[in-house]
């Protein structure tokens, strides 16, 4: 089976082909980045505009990337949500409007399911049951993953997301869109010990999060500083550290809670180098693997959309007759 992906939740157009036999056969990302960075964030408006103009090009690429044609597809998978309302009807309709004419069915896809399940596309992947450590933009989760569809919710932030904080406090420190990347990259400029800042909920005993507090913490110490390059680093390498620990701590909770060997990083945090670093290094010591998704899905992509879609069609080959997108969505 052939299924087409497409993702069209915030600022990135992901398109890709995932054959249930062969694996992905051809994926292609165009990100809206530099448009709204000069905005300081996504601009609705223009990345729904952005998302039409890409949408058929891309996947007419990756089409032709594996000698496919449109009448080889077995079923469309498209972002149905969280996300911005009129980024998801731009997937949602194009991907409907071109199932409707193929006579194939659709599947609308949890964005969140999507990342969960990425790791999965990978010569090395972990088996069910693992657990996910969900860090993106929008969602701080630790999720016990049992199969496709069952997910059970362990903790999770109850305030800011783990992304959403890199890029509060990129934005107090000056540094561009989107800041996570950025603060990450001035972080290995800065020396360690000369700030220390709250890891907040590291001992309440429980597996969830929050960081609205460290990001407070971030901006009293900015008034407190005169912000040269070199104070920058410092805090950034602060901040990135008290959000390591405090991630670190409460996935290594979560194997103990439930006993699982397999931790499993998804979202754009996910992509954070000295999070991947320390976590490895704490893993090995505790007998726990831990898979990363590719670096290019670690970010919002197609591939992992297609994958997710290929593997609900499976069990409902009938797909689904309606056409909705749900900007708000809990798994
Ligand atoms: O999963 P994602 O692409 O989109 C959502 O579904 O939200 O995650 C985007 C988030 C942003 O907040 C971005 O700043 C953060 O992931 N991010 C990073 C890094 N790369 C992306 N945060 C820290 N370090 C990075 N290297
Ligand atoms: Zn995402």
Redesign the pocket.
Known sequence: MLVLGIES??D?TGIALYDTELGLLSHAIYSQVAMHAEYGGVVPELASRDHIRRVLPLTQQILDESRKTLKDLDAIAYTKGP?LAGALLVGASIGCALAFTLKIPTLGVH?LEG?LLSPLISDTPPVFPFVALL?????TQLMQVSGVGQYELLGETMDD????A??KT?KLLGLGY????A??EIAHKGQPKRFKLPRPMLHSGDLNFSFSGLKTAVLTLVNKQTLDDQTKADIALAF?EAMVEVLITKSMGAMEKTGLTQLVVA???G???Q?REQLTRNTQKKGVTVFYPKLEF???NGAMIAYAGAMRLKHSPAGESCFTVKPRWDM
């Open positions: 939740s915030c990135e996300g964005h990342h860090v993106s933009g929008g969602h997301a783990a992304g959403e890199f890029d990129a989107p800041g996570g990347p603060l990450s990135q979202g754009g945090v992509a954070n180098s999070l670690c970010t919002d």
